[in-house]
């Protein structure tokens, strides 16, 4: 057996595990998420203050199963390619940008700092902006032929 194959052979198991750690996180996440909803119920019913504080919890676990769900599609589409699909990267950055900007700018958060906050709106522009001309380069490449 050559080193060259044996080097495939070794990225595919690594592969692999990453697709199960990333598989396992997912299945936590949807774990988290069924307790929180759970605990929005919960406080609908008995608890209405702390119904906010709930709801921001509970969507904040939609979107970390989003996060993973979008990670679980780049990895399978990079084996399936054998290359670096940029925009679903970009994707992944956006979905865990917005659950960051939805969490940290919610009112009900105690933490909240200003410069954190325009830090995250700044993040988030500069990867729409990037996502955006990522989408348009291959319509403008096209019209250069």
Excluded: C, W
């Amino acid at each position: 057996m050559d080193l060259l194959s044996l080097l495939r052979r070794g990225e595919y198991v690594t592969y692999l595990i990453v697709l199960f750690l990333t598989a396992l996180l997912l299945l936590l996440s949807l774990y988290l998420a069924f307790f929180r909803l759970v605990d929005l119920f919960t406080a609908a019913t008995t608890h209405p203050e702390t119904l906010a504080q709930a709801i921001y919890n509970a969507l904040s676990d939609v979107f970390l199963i989003i996060v993973f769900v979008e990670l679980i599609d780049t990895f399978i589409t990079y084996i399936e390619q054998r290359r670096i699909v940029v925009y679903k990267i970009i994707d992944v950055a956006l979905v865990a940008l917005a659950r960051e900007l939805f969490i940290y700018l919610a009112p009900v958060n105690q933490d909240f700092k200003l410069e954190k906050g325009v830090v995250l709106v700044a993040a988030a522009f500069v990867i729409g902006v990037i996502d955006y001309l990522q989408r348009i380069a291959p319509r403008v490449e096209r019209r250069r032929r």
